[in-house]
Each structure stands twice: as C-alpha cells, then as structure tokens.
T-cell receptor, first 115, second 113 residues
Framework: EPEVTQTPSHQVTQMGQEVILRCVPISNHLYFYWYRQILGQKVEFLVSFYNNEISEKSEIFDDQFSVERPDGSNFTLKIRSTKLEDSAMYFC?????????????FGDGTRLSIL | AQSVTQLGSHVSVSEGALVLLRCNYSSSVPPYLFWYVQYPNQGLQLLLKYTTGATLVKGINGFEAEFKKSETSFHLTKPSAHMSDAAEYFCAVCNFGNEKLTFGTGTRLTIIP
C-alpha cells in the first residue's frame, strides 16, 4: 500500500536556526497537509496546500513557517528562526483531490527537538 | 467552529473484554468523523470514517463506531480486546468544504493480560 514518507525521523536543531522538514506524499494525491503534536498535547492542524498554494492555515502558521512543493514529489515545511516551543512531532498528510470523503493519509512524523 | 472531546485520556481493559472509547463532537454543519490509531513511534493510521449513509461503520482490526447525531457522538468499540490494540486513539472531525482535521486529545488504551 502506498505510504506518505517523511525525512528525517528526528531532527535536532539549535534555537534560532532554520529547519526544513521533508515529505513525499502518495503519488496520485493532490492535497497536502502539515500537522504538529507537541509532547502530551493534541494533534494540531498547521496548513493545507493544493494546486501550488496554501488553501488554509491555522493561527499557529505565522510568518515563521512556509511550505513549498519544489518538485513533483516533495512537500516541505520550513521553519525559520526556530524557538524552543517549536519542539514537537510534525506530521505530513496527503489525500486525493476533489473527493471529500477521501481520508488523509499520514506519515510517521519527524520529531523536531530545538536546543 | 468544530471541536472534539474524548472522555478519558487513559483507558485500561482486560484482554478479551469490550473496548469503548468515547468521542463527542461539536460542529455547526454535518461532520465527517474519523478515528485514527497511533502506535508508539509511528504516524496516524486511519481506523475508520463516517461521511454519509449508514451510521454504523466498520473499520480495520475489528473496530467499529456509530454516528449518533442526537448525541453528537462517535464512540469507538471493539467486542474483544487484543494485546496488539494497545495504542493511542484519536477521534477527528472535518466539515464539507474544509479540509482541516480537528483532533481530540487522544485516549491511550492499555490492555491488561
């Protein structure tokens, strides 16, 4: 069964540095998402992306964050000037476009630790 | 605005016993409802979903859930727990035209041998 893959599985970064989290969505999917889960808290929506633009974003997704689909397969989340509170598990998800009852498929996540 | 409440952050059941994980939602429009499972150090795996039609939906691993509009609930059940069911379970909701999933806080299920 096709999977969403995320790299790296664990990223350790110094506070203030930039980090890029990478995702390869399922190949025929056209909607892409990022979520995060701070340790011990609920999974929170960050952003959705379709047709090379952001379709929705949460209040968490401020100017510090950006997303990009640099080629036909990758979907990235960039966090500029990281802060301690950015430490979390970040999940990428994808779903088929135009079919509202198609569920989102999640990757295994990237654990981001800010020191 | 939509929200999800999962009663009980931790639930323990004996192997072979009934599993019942509770989920209540709040939504201004008819919701789409989901249960996801997260095993240690893994991502979220879809267990089952309700969109339209039959209110009792069956998922993987013997789980099922029933959408009850009058109670705004979507509780997850399994008749007989197995040791491999130990994981964290998340209820989630999204609405037509809104692709964002809103998750509950999760319920950690422990199976007692």
């Amino acid at each position: 069964e096709p999977e969403v893959t995320q790299t790296p599985s664990h990223q350790v970064t110094q506070m203030g540095q930039e980090v890029i989290l990478r995702c390869v969505p399922i190949s025929n999917h056209l909607y892409f998402y990022w979520y995060r889960q701070i340790l011990g808290q609920k999974v929170e929506f960050l952003v959705s992306f379709y047709n090379n633009e952001i379709s929705e974003k949460s209040e968490i997704f401020d100017d510090q964050f950006s997303v990009e689909r640099p080629d036909g397969s990758n979907f990235t989340l960039k966090i500029r000037s990281t802060k301690l509170e950015d430490s979390a598990m970040y999940f990428c998800a994808s779903s088929e476009a135009g079919r509202l009852n198609q569920p989102q498929h999640f990757g295994d996540g990237t654990r981001l630790s800010i020191l | 605005a939509q929200s999800v409440t999962q009663l009980g952050s931790h639930v323990s059941v004996s192997e072979g016993a009934l599993v019942l994980l509770r989920c209540n939602y709040s939504s201004s429009v008819p919701p789409y409802l989901f249960w996801y499972v997260q095993y240690p150090n893994q991502g979220l795996q879809l267990l089952l979903k309700y969109t339209t039609g039959a209110t009792l939906v069956k998922g993987i691993n013997g789980f099922e859930a029933e959408f009850k509009k009058s109670e705004t609930s979507f509780h997850l059940t399994k008749p007989s727990a197995h040791m491999s069911d130990a994981a964290e379970y998340f209820c989630a909701v999204c609405n037509f035209g809104n692709e964002k999933l809103t998750f509950g806080t999760g319920t950690r299920l422990t199976i007692i041998p």
